[in-house]
């Protein structure tokens, strides 16, 4: 067995959600090899040979692969599948893009998000956002696999040497290409791998006020996060989301103020170690999944916290 | 252009599934079913490209049991010109759907296909991608922004770390998420005229599609439940617990 496990990285470095799909890998057992796909990327790959238990980096660094342009970075996977039994990608955004892709080309299922690995060919994944856990065996040769990255510790980074193969096939199809990016830039941890954060939802009221939350999170060195809801009326950018069709995240430490607990919403946090919970109504669901409740005014709450922290 | 639009029967999203006590399955038994969310939104923006004068013709399908027409008269009912229900009583995983889709698409010959980004039942967020693969086409996942001209369309996607513009040859397959439009009620008078207009039932075998099972489903259970927690009475108290109880900070 040998497991081709699709890197997510920023062109620098290893994003923790690859070092996360390490440690599925390695429950599946087999060698390990790391691709690094994109463009600019080559940096990664040292720091990728570094990781214990990886067998051989593999890089393909061309301009077709920038921003991992999904029809092209599928068509360079496919060739690539024969070597393997099961291909691996953590759920981000490029996964979930050109993952299911892989799949079809190679015509096999895929199993979308694990959240354990039971045996080489059996998972178990959420389904109904999250309300259900199923476990479904793989019957395709090769297993094309996402990975729910808070499902996983990650892997170690430092201590391994594997060897560093550069790929000189280019696979561009032409069919789609990068028009502009708009990233959000932040001092603060990124969400899905915050150890604590503060959320907040549509009782915030407005965008001026969410500020508010900006200051108890750098007091506490969280990310801050949000619901549709807020997202939708504007008060933050889109990558704030977390829920069933946005992030999943599970801090340490997880600080929901004026959010209600919609399933979709705790599809993403209820696996938060610590879940708080700030609403001036006292049957808001959030509190049948916090560990601490408050039934307050958000506006007196927060700031005295902050205050008393 | 012709626009395919996919919309599928799913348990109604304000319903709190139940999985069944012999751990086979989720209960469906008289649960409320609907079109899935992100397909009204599919749906939606369909209909604005044929009202904008972008869209000749919008088609929408749906594979599934017969009832599913419930879901193809709500899509006919915002607006969709006629209908195709794949009627198959069988567990169609996400390659099935797309091997069928591949085929109607091939008869079709439309210059988007439209779905949307995840079934809020299975959340396997795949058969778009899978469509795109088998058809060769070019793919834009994820978009809550659209802008289509004749050889290309535009997508805004929404990813991990913001927003991303691409431009898409045509034909695509696009995947919407939930920002890109607000759907409409259907008007009582369209939802009369909806049953008027044209919905064919074909089968899995009308397009030499085998359904074959690339998983097999061993078991549903509930998620771990959490402990009930507490209600704290003031701030004072909370700090107190987060660092003497919980130890987080
Ligand atoms: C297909 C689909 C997918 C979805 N995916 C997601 C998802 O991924 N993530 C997500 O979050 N949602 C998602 N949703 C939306 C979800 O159903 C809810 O609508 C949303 O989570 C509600 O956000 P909210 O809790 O901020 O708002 P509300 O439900 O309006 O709650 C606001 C809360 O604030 C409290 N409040 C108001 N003022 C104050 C105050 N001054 N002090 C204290 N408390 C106050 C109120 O008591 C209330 O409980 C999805 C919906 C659909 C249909
Ligand atoms: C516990 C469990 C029980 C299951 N029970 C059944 C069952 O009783 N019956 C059954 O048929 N399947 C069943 N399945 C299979 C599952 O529903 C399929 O995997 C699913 O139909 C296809 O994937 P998806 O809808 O999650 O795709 P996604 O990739 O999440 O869907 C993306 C988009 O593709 C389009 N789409 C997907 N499927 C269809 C469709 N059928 N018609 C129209 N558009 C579609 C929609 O636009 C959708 O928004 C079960 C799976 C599990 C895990």
Known sequence: ?309 | MKVLVTVKRVIDYNVKVRVKSDNTDVDLKNVKMAVNPFCEIAVEQAVRLKEAGKASEVIVVSMGPQNAQEQLRTALAMGADRAILVQSDDVLESLSVAKILAKIVEEEQPGLVIMGKQSIDTDNNQTGQMLAALTGMSQGTFISGLEVSDTEAQVVREIDGGLQTLAVKLPAVLTVDLRLNEPRYASLPNIMKAKKKPLETKSPADYGVEIKANTRLLKVEPPAERQAGIKVANVAELVEKLKNEAKVI
């Open chain 1, 1 to 309: 067995m040998a497991i081709l496990l699709i890197a997510e990285h920023d062109n620098a470095a290893l994003k923790s959600a690859t070092l996360s799909t390490v440690t599925a890998a390695t429950q599946i057992g087999g060698d390990i090899d790391l691709l690094i796909v994109g463009s600019g990327c080559t940096a990664v790959a040292d720091s990728a040979a570094k990781v214990p238990g990886v067998r051989k980096v593999l890089v393909a660094d061309n301009a077709a692969y920038d921003h991992e342009i999904a029809e092209n970075v599928a068509d360079l996977i496919k060739g690539l599948a024969s070597d393997y039994s099961h291909i691996l990608s953590p759920a981000t955004t490029n996964g979930k893009n050109f993952m299911p892709r892989v799949a079809a080309l190679l015509d096999v299922g895929q199993i979308s998000e694990i959240m354990s690995v039971e045996s080489a060919d059996t998972f178990k994944r959420p389904i109904y956002a999250g309300n259900a856990i199923a476990t479904v065996q793989s019957l395709d040769a090769i297993k094309v696999i996402t990975v729910r990255g808070t499902s996983f510790d990650p892997a170690a980074a430092e201590g391994g040497s594997a060897s560093i193969e550069t790929l000189s096939q280019v696979s561009d199809t032409g069919l789609s290409r990068l028009v502009s990016e708009e990233l959000a830039k932040s001092d603060r941890p990124e969400l899905t791998t915050a150890k604590v954060i503060v959320a907040g939802g549509r009782g915030m009221g407005d965008k001026a006020h969410f500020e508010m939350l900006d200051t108890l999170a750098d007091k506490l060195g969280a990310a801050v996060g949000a619901t549709r809801a807020a997202v939708d009326a504007g008060f933050v950018p889109n990558d704030y989301q977390i829920g069933q069709t946005g992030k999943v995240v599970a801090p340490e430490l997880y600080i929901g103020v004026g959010l209600s607990g919609a399933i979709q919403h705790l599809a993403g946090m209820k696996d938060s170690k610590v879940i708080v919970a700030i609403n001036k109504d006292e049957d808001a669901p959030i509190f049948q999944v916090a560990d601490y409740g408050l039934v307050a005014d958000l506006f007196e709450a927060v700031p005295e916290l902050e205050k008393a922290l």
